[in-house]
């Protein structure tokens, strides 16, 4: 069965020959390079240059060789996040710094550089006017969207992996207006003035339907798998309540994401990190087909409850290893303890491809990584 053939199974809820595997497919199911240099360096691969696709989050381009090392199923096709607006990284004694394609200033410490915070915002001032007067960022033009259109040919053509990818240009629609004009400022504004935060999220969603429609243009033919993330839920529960939800935010995630069903058989395919359990009915209405990371050292996320509950609606990506205790602080037999349990769990009837919950961060042992692939490799058959 080839990879293509894998992943295609398991998105249509059934068995295949084994779970399936992903490693750097898209922005939220990678590694650091914190991470990947050591782990290069463990198995012995050449690391040659090492790239960066998502300056944010410090993610590389992943070498081939690692890729095939792990049989990994999936392969990326998406621009980095910061293509055009040609992210210049700015010296400031003490941290690194950086302007997004939205106006937003970023910064990240020269002594641990792990990966970049938000610290400053274009829109201060939440008024109307200010949105009529902010400086709205373009989605990639045609012709550079259209340099996509090669590879993602090729790739679907002359290798049988399945290909992801996304054509959304910041965060989510509820994410992207707290990195616009900071978190608290715009929980609050979502209370208090909803005339301001729904215009602001409406402009957010045309900007992103536009994008989509350039990307898909290009490649919504060949790719399997369409990402979007939109984090909405902390570690305990809802981030804002539920009818918030409901009321500002669902509405034009449904017009997003039909936007992108018109243009593609893709499926599509959710992040949202945390307690993300009471998100998940509002995500099958709204024509989700899989979530992520399965954060399962989050409340009310049991992998074998989820699975019960939710396994004939949704596919999960993701899960396969707990990435806060487990995979940086456990021992590679804990690791393999850890794993064997997750797909027993979320494997059976299929509806599930393997992934580490969300990206492996700096300073997870090499021996853990490698014992997590090896163990689905193992004990990833029917």
Not at 79 to 86: D, I, M, Q, T
Request: hydrophobic share 40%; glycine share 8%.
């Amino acid at each position: 069965m080839t990879p293509r053939e894998r992943i295609r199974r398991a998105l249509a809820h059934e068995e295949a020959d084994r779970v399936p595997i992903d490693l750097g497919s898209s922005i939220v199911t990678s590694i650091t390079k914190a991470a990947y240099v050591p782990l290069m360096a463990h198995l012995g691969l050449p690391t040659g240059e090492v790239t960066i696709h998502d300056e944010v989050q410090q993610l590389p381009y992943l070498s081939e060789a690692l890729l095939q090392r792990f049989a990994v199923d999936t392969r990326m096709v998406q621009l980095p996040p910061a293509h055009v607006a040609g992210v210049e990284i700015l010296d400031e004694d003490e941290h690194w710094a950086m302007y997004d394609r939205w106006g937003s200033k970023l910064r990240m410490p020269k002594a641990s550089p792990l990966y970049y915070d938000w610290v400053e915002f274009p829109i201060r001032d939440l008024t109307l006017e200010a949105l009529d007067g902010y400086r709205w960022p373009q989605p990639d033009p045609p012709e550079v969207v259209a340099a996509l259109r090669g590879r993602a040919a090729w790739l679907h053509e002359h290798t049988d992996f399945a290909l992801v990818g996304s054509g959304i240009i910041g965060g989510g629609i509820f994410e992207q207006p707290c990195r616009t004009v900071g978190l608290e400022p715009f929980m609050m504004a979502m209370v208090t003035d909803r005339p301001f935060a729904e215009r602001l999220m409406d402009r957010i969603t045309d900007i992103y339907i536009e994008s989509v429609d350039r990307y898909l243009e290009a490649v919504g033919e060949f790719i399997d798998v369409f990402t979007y993330w939109d984090d909405v839920s902390t570690q305990d529960g809802w981030m804002i309540s539920p009818e918030t939800y409901a009321a500002l935010v669902k509405p034009r995630q449904r017009r997003l994401f039909e936007a992108i069903k018109r243009r593609t058989n893709a499926k599509l395919f959710y992040h949202c990190c945390g307690a993300a359990s009471g998100l998940y009915p509002h995500l099958i209405e709204i024509g989700v087909d899989i979530v992520n990371p399965v954060q399962v050292s989050a409340r009310g996320m049991d992998t074998r409850q989820l699975k019960q509950q939710f396994g004939r609606d949704l596919v999960f990506w993701g899960g396969g290893v707990d990435t806060q205790r487990v995979l940086p602080f456990g021992t590679p037999s804990e690791v393999r303890d850890e794993v064997r349990r997750r797909i027993d769990d979320l494997a059976p009837g299929g509806g599930f491809v393997f992934a580490a919950v969300h990206n492996i961060q700096a300073f997870v042992p090499p021996e853990n990584i490698v014992a997590a692939f090896e163990t689905v490799a193992e004990h990833g058959g029917y």
